[in-house]
């Protein structure tokens, strides 16, 4: 290809609680009104799949198929939140990150784009790392607002310890992940809920458009926490676990202990803790440790999530409706098949229901005619009243599982390639001759500069490699 400039990387009341199955569901029930605008019908269930894993500097495996529910008959997931803590973060290896993909973000997009997930965010603070990964149709409506890195190790200089997150707007509503790494041992107790209430106090948009955090329709926090299962002896632990006898230990239980003290860590949700304790393990075994140090097991891995509080009404003035909000828990598990670290990973999977308070893209775009590789082609475009465009928006061409918003094959500036506009609907030209032959099937994405976000995308098409096919009418037909 020749060469051109590079597009910029990219990079309520209360809930009511039931039990479905024996699985805990939140549901709060909200109505929001958006210019006016109410939105009735919710949207399919959107499933999400999250995973937190401490590596211990290891590689990737062979197989992450269990952990992603790849074997799975259905795979019935539209986005996946990866959290790792203790990636291998020596000095070699992070130049080598800085210069190409680090080994397990390029794992993870191996596996995941050919099932169409595309990465859309990640952020990383030495071995933290959080991914974000959404399959290509739900692109539109996803808005990244932030990435920040907070950290806590050697008194908030080192970032050993803290913790990574991803701000967005998930079809209009604020959602935050925070991936963590908390102080260990059994005695910092205390340190641990000081960072994290120092992450979540640092968790600020300044200057920017967004509500306070604890305003957020859905934070999500998970990772090594580190929280150890308080006065019971070491033979008393392993024996519960041997014995699959949890309840006594999750009396003991650090977490759950502060969680019945501190009126904010309450807010926060979590699964019942029907797996064994995920830590310390011997590496490349199922044993718990049996070093000189013969650490007691405990949950230090762990998913956590909070809704956003509704406001109290004035009765009996007004009855505060509320937007359809719905979470429901279908799966809180470890993964005991996996050895590499004295980790096991933990996954929840999440299904979510909402009215979508942004229910179109803001972009609509429409590849005009039958694409070949012997003309420029046209690409019409048109744009919602309440979208502002910027001179340095671009419309990328990609292949049809794509691994992250920069794998295009070719892309053009909307503003220099633009040849009309009238009327709310653009077009511009795309150049194809040195797009090489492919049976492959391709995508449009618009990327707004300003969003920092894909706001359109178009329906897969095939470029053809000859002339032009004509249906029985004489008129060229567009592959959709």
Request: with cysteine; aromatic share 12%; net charge negative.
């Amino acid at each position: 290809m020749s060469a051109a400039p590079v597009p910029p990387a990219v990079g309520s009341c209360g809930p009511a609680w039931r039990s479905q199955n024996g699985v805990e569901i939140s549901c709060f029930r909200n109505k929001v009104r958006r210019k006016g605008l109410w939105f009735s019908a919710p949207v399919p269930i959107t499933s999400i799949h999250v995973v937190t894993w401490n590596v211990a500097s290891a590689a990737p495996p062979l197989d992450l198929g269990d952990l992603l529910q790849l074997n799975k008959d259905n795979l019935n997931l539209d986005m996946y939140v990866i959290g790792l803590q203790e990636m291998n973060c020596g000095i070699m290896s992070l130049l080598s990150d800085t210069a190409f993909e680090d080994p397990w973000s390029s794992f993870f997009m191996d596996v995941l784009s050919p099932l169409s997930f595309v990465k859309v965010s990640s952020v990383r603070m030495q071995g933290l790392l959080l991914l974000f990964f959404a399959k290509h149709q739900h692109l539109p409506f996803v808005q990244i607002l932030s990435t920040k890195s907070t950290p806590t190790g050697l008194f908030g200089y080192w970032g050993n310890k803290g913790g990574v997150t991803i701000c967005l707007k998930l079809y209009g509503y604020y959602v935050s992940i925070i991936n963590c790494h908390l102080p260990p041992h059994m005695a910092n107790n205390d340190q641990r809920l000081e960072h994290f209430d120092r992450i979540l106090e640092m968790q600020n948009f300044e200057g920017q458009d967004i509500p306070n955090i604890l305003e957020h329709d859905f934070i999500l926090w998970f990772g090594d926490m580190n929280f150890r299962i308080d006065d019971f002896g070491l033979h008393f632990v392993r024996e519960s676990i041997k014995n699959r006898c949890y309840s006594d230990l999750w009396e003991k239980d650090q977490l759950s202990i502060a969680k019945r003290h501190d009126p904010l860590l309450r807010e926060f949700q979590e699964g019942p803790l029907l797996f064994p304790p995920t830590y310390k393990f011997d590496k490349n075994s199922n044993n718990y440790d049996t070093s000189e140090k013969k650490r007691k097991p405990a949950w230090t891995d762990r998913i956590l999530w909070r809704l956003k509080r509704q406001p109290q009404a004035n009765p009996p003035t007004q009855r505060l409706p509320a937007p359809h909000f719905c979470l429901s828990l279908r799966s809180y598990v470890s993964h005991m098949m996996y050895c590499i670290s004295d980790h096991k990973p933990v996954t929840s999977t999440f299904d979510l229901e909402l009215k979508p308070l942004a229910s179109a893209p803001l972009i609509t775009l429409i590849p005009e005619g039958l694409w070949t590789m012997e003309n420029d082609m046209l690409i019409s475009y048109s744009l919602t009243p309440d979208f502002l465009s910027s001179p340095w928006d671009w419309i990328g061409l990609y292949k049809v599982g794509l691994r992250h918003i920069n794998d295009y094959v070719s892309y053009v500036w909307v503003r220099d390639n633009q040849v009309s506009f009238s009327d709310g609907l653009s077009q511009v030209y795309f150049n194809t001759s040195n797009i090489p032959e492919t049976e492959d099937q391709f995508l449009l994405c618009y990327y707004s500069n300003s969003l920092h976000s894909v706001v359109g995308i178009s329906k897969p098409f095939k470029i053809q490699p000859g002339s032009l096919a004509e249906d029985p009418l004489g008129e060229a037909q567009p592959h959709l």
